[in-house]
């Protein structure tokens, strides 16, 4: 798994042994039955509901192995049914507002609107974009390299605006506070590299800056780079291998949210057609 999957399930465990106050072979089905129906009527979604379930079987089943517990208590409980999820996606009109809602006469303008732009014209994930480093970014050749989840590398295309904006950005990037960091693109006013935390806030402040009511982050980015490719023809293969999927089952996603755009391709294309 990711790190980023991993911290995320070692917290769902976390919050849960807290709640319960018990030793992890004193748990029953009933604590946990209890305290999801205490943290779904709080609000959490069925899609994080259903992620601390598989948390606490997963923590459970090594309990069993471990010899720590006999049974794992978590085996009759039921994860929420999850429907097709459809990510929310920006319209390219949308896109533009944000990305030129940018101040680029401000202290870390440049490197605000060139993070935007790769986040958005390399279909990164927030992880990516963070920790990508100037050696991988190949503004000649126009191409970045990418190392995603599981550590795996993949080359995604670099449009010649995200290529300019990164150009623009590299005469003002601060200082590298230390060797780690000396290869890491996108740097902090302290010469650290950007959180995660950091760049949500970054799209969060220009979607308002933009006048964008939807509630958005930045793999909503991710979402609409695949969507305005798939509706502008592009293959879904090759659309899997930007975004580094590794199941196309993944990608296909992106087929169902805009339906018009598809009806009228088959129509248009289809040997019955009038």
């Not at 999820?85 to 680029?104: F, G, K, Q």
């Not at 605006?161 to 740097?187: H, T």
Request: hydrophobic share 40%; charged share 25%.
């Amino acid at each position: 798994m990711s790190p980023n999957t991993v911290t995320s399930y070692c917290h769902d465990v976390e919050a849960f042994l807290e709640a319960v106050d018990v030793a992890p072979r004193a748990v029953t089905t009933e604590d946990i039955e209890k305290y999801l129906g205490r943290v779904t009527a709080q609000g959490l979604s069925k899609r994080s509901t259903a992620r601390l379930v598989s948390a606490l079987r997963n923590f459970f089943d090594w309990c069993v192995e471990e010899g720590e517990v006999q049974e794992n208590p978590c085996d009759r409980v039921d994860a929420p049914k999850l429907g097709k999820y459809l990510p929310a996606v920006l319209s390219v009109e949308e896109v533009t507002a944000i990305l030129e809602s940018v101040d680029l006469r401000k202290p870390f303008g440049k490197r605000d609107r060139a993070i935007l732009e790769v986040l958005y014209g390399c279909g990164l994930r927030v992880s990516e974009a963070a920790s990508l480093r100037i050696s991988h970014v190949h503004l000649a050749e126009g191409f970045v390299d990418v190392i995603g989840k599981g550590d795996k590398q993949r080359l995604v295309p670099l449009g010649e605006v995200a290529a300019d904006a990164i150009r623009a950005y590299l005469p003002e990037r601060p200082e590298p506070a230390e060797r780690s960091c000396e290869d890491i693109l996108f740097l902090n006013r302290f010469g650290k590299p950007l959180s995660r935390v950091s760049i949500f806030n970054l799209v969060k402040d220009q979607a308002m800056a933009a006048g964008i009511q939807k509630e958005i982050s930045p793999h909503t980015f991710r979402h609409s780079f695949a969507t305005h490719l798939i509706e502008n023809g592009a293959d879904l293969r090759i659309v899997q291998e930007m975004l580094g999927h590794e199941s196309i089952l993944t990608t296909e996603i992106y087929t169902h949210i805009d339906t018009q755009t598809w009806h009228r391709s088959v129509l248009e294309h289809h040997p019955r057609k009038k």
